[in-house]
């Protein structure tokens, strides 16, 4: 087995004043690598019955790892999902960011697409994401965040392209957050920020950069059971951990240097606390076991 150890830095401030740094370790435990014959896998997902999604949109597929262990995979029927890019379990169904052809799909677990839901305006998603009685995409298009209500009809969307806080070049993955709040990851602004549902009161949680604490290229965002919001660095492959208020906590190394992944994109974490990467370049999925 190999042993993989993360350094959390927790800063305490008390009284106006910054207080000594406090650092703890945590380890890792390599549980698996997951190689289907995958090319260029994007994005992750599961259930919580324990089942696992991996979006291998150039394969024009999603593969399956059952919670029994099994791997399935799941090729759509009369449909195409060629150049995917999204994928989430949303409501007992398994959703896809159709990005290519501007639509969001539903497909059953024989590959039967169910539902193919047509924004209101032209768009091209990258993500998907259920947050309360809203679902979220991120427009790679037009910079924008669309909600839509449960029943997947357009309510609004929000956000232009720029650099400001409030705007985006490339918005990709994005995450539910505690507090009624949602995790975006700006891609070619190198940051990841948090926002209300109708794009206010914004929170910067990771800034531009390429040392620790700091992102360049912001990929898969998911949260841990204790809330700590996980940002993959698809140029440096790095696995950080922020808290929601933008409080850098750590980054993850192996032997006393840091861990970088091959194009890390998707991360999910499962009701285990277990951390699953899709390692794009290297077409496959690692898994690791938080302790």
Not at 45 to 51: I, V
Not at 137 to 160: A, M, P, Q, S
Not at 219 to 248: E, M, N, P
């Amino acid at each position: 087995m190999r042993f993989k150890t993360l350094l959390i830095v927790v800063s305490v401030i008390g009284s106006g004043l910054v207080q000594d740094l406090v650092a703890q370790e945590v380890s890792f435990t390599h549980v698996r690598t997951l190689e289907s014959e995958f090319n260029f896998p994007t994005d992750i997902c599961g259930n919580e019955q324990g089942d696992v999604f991996v979006l291998d949109g150039m394969n024009d597929r999603v593969v399956q790892l059952k919670s029994s262990g099994e791997v399935v995979e799941i090729k759509p029927q009369r449909e195409s999902i060629y150049k995917a890019v999204g994928i989430a379990w949303i409501n007992d169904d398994l959703w896809i960011a159709d990005t290519p052809r501007s639509r969001l799909l539903k497909m059953k677990m024989n590959g039967r697409i169910s539902q193919v839901v047509k924004l209101d305006h032209q768009t091209e998603p990258v993500d998907i994401t259920a947050m309360g009685d809203n679902i979220v995409v991120t427009d790679r298009l037009n910079h924008t965040i669309t909600v839509l209500d449960k029943d997947f009809k357009e309510k609004y969307y929000w956000g232009t392209r720029g650099e400001k806080v409030g705007e985006f070049i490339n918005p990709g993955f994005l995450a539910p957050g505690p507090e009624n709040r949602i995790i975006i990851g700006d891609i070619l602004n190198r940051r990841v920020i948090s926002f209300s549902p109708s794009g206010r009161y914004p929170q910067i949680i990771a800034k531009p950069g390429v040392e620790k604490g700091q992102i360049f290229r912001p990929k898969g965002v998911a949260l841990d059971s204790q809330k700590r919001v996980w940002v993959a660095d698809g140029y440096t492959g790095a696995i950080q951990a922020f808290s929601i208020s933008g409080k850098f906590l750590g980054i993850a190394t192996s032997e006393g240097k840091n861990l970088t992944l091959s194009a890390p994109m998707g991360v999910y974490i499962d009701n285990q606390d277990r951390l699953w990467v899709v390692e794009s370049f290297a077409s496959k999925v690692s898994v690791w076991r938080m302790k």
